[in-house]
């Protein structure tokens, strides 16, 4: 009997990506995109940087990545008091 596995991923949609200053189209173009990235800010600041992918439905939560709602309003009131 044969055993199959598989990686379910949403993929990565074609689109200028800001953090990496350069359009990609899919996602090993992102992921060495990432990749050349880290280094150029590694080499920049001469703080080891490891850029990483974060699909949009993980950045919904932001305790999920150490943004806390207080912090987040506080950003919120001072960008639409600042316009």
Do not use: C, W
Request: overall charge negative.
């Amino acid at each position: 009997m044969r055993k199959f596995g598989f990686y379910v991923s949403t993929g990565v949609k074609e689109h200028f990506n800001n953090a990496v200053g350069e359009y990609v189209s899919n996602s090993h173009q992102m992921s060495e995109a990432l990749k050349r990235k880290s280094e150029e800010m590694s080499i920049r600041t001469g703080i080891d940087h490891d850029y990483q992918y974060v699909e949009p439905a993980d950045m919904a939560d932001p305790s999920a990545h150490g943004a806390s709602p207080d912090v987040l309003e506080e950003t919120r009131r001072r960008q639409r008091d600042a316009s």
